[in-house]
């Protein structure tokens, strides 16, 4: 929904990119194994210079598009170019020890610490995803018998800035998990009266007060292939 405070900048239709589903996909693993299920399904490619477009029969996929300005950005270029539903499946780190590596949760709120969610909502910190695409998600998860957790998440952009001070007070909040773009997503959905909801695997731990990395484990492939090439 506009405000009163109509924007001077408006974001460009993406010309041949014209999908109501939108799946957007920060990362990969270390093996690329989304980016090569993109390149065979595709029926064509764009490049952005931050980030990669495919389209497929019925929707089309935004690809590592890192953090939430250049998320939003091409976001908001498939918005005008009538997207209407955005599923983001990514990666995250786990703050809370419920969450071990390489579990699934599905996002129930977002709080924001990155800095585009702001020129949005200006005064909101927690954002929700839209319920019905929410258990639509989750449905499909149980269809598959795929095991999964509901979970909080924070999102930032500094993540070098992942202090022993800032995890505590993630911790006290009851913040279950951190990435870069879940809040502006959400934030971005509401604004333009869209669909948005997020499925996370987490790839790193952070709860223990060090940084345990699961970028490059095997098992990472095995929780992609099950959990997130199904949307495609």
Same mark, same amino acid.
């Given at each position: ?5 109509e924007?001077?900048?408006k974001?460009?239709?993406f010309?041949g ?6 799946l957007?996909?920060?990362g990969?693993s ?5 980016g090569r299920?993109l ?7 764009k490049?952005?210079?931050f980030?990669?477009l495919?389209?497929?029969k019925? /929707? ?16 908001e270029?498939?918005v005008?170019?009538?997207a209407?539903?955005?599923i983001?499946?990514?990666f995250?780190g786990?703050?809370n020890?419920?969450f ?7 996002i129930s ?5 990155e800095?585009t969610s ?5 005064? /909101?910190?927690y954002?929700k ?6 258990n639509k998600?989750e /449905?499909i ?8 957790s509901?979970?909080?998440l924070?999102?930032t ?12 007070q993630k911790q006290k909040?009851g913040?279950?998990?951190?990435d870069?773009e879940t809040s502006?997503v959400?934030?971005l959905?509401?604004?333009?009266s869209?669909?948005?909801?997020a499925?996370m695997?987490?790839?790193d731990?952070?709860w223990r007060?060090k940084?345990?990395?699961g970028?490059?484990d095997p098992?990472l492939d095995a929780q ?5 090439l199904?949307?495609?």
């Open positions: 929904m506009e405000t009163e405070d924007a001077i900048v974001a460009r239709a010309s990119f014209q999908r109501k589903k939108v957007y996909f920060p990969d270390s093996s690329h194994l989304i299920a390149k065979r399904k595709a029926i064509k490619e490049n952005l210079g980030g990669q495919y389209l497929l019925d /929707k089309v996929i935004l690809y590592q598009s890192v953090g939430a300005p250049v998320a939003v950005l091409s976001l270029g498939l005008s170019s009538g209407k539903e955005i983001l499946l990514g995250c786990s703050l020890s419920k071990q590596m390489k579990s699934v949760a599905s709120k977002a709080f924001s610490e800095g702001k020129h949005y909502f200006s005064q /909101k910190k954002f995803p839209s319920f019905a695409l929410k998600i /449905k998860l149980r269809s598959f018998h795929l095991p999964f509901e979970g909080s924070v999102s952009d500094a993540p070098c800035r992942e202090t022993k001070t800032w995890l505590e909040k913040i279950d998990l951190v870069m502006a959400f934030a959905a509401e604004f333009r869209i669909e948005s909801a499925l695997i987490v790839s731990e952070l007060g940084w345990i990395k970028f490059s098992g992609i292939e099950q959990y997130f199904p949307f495609l």
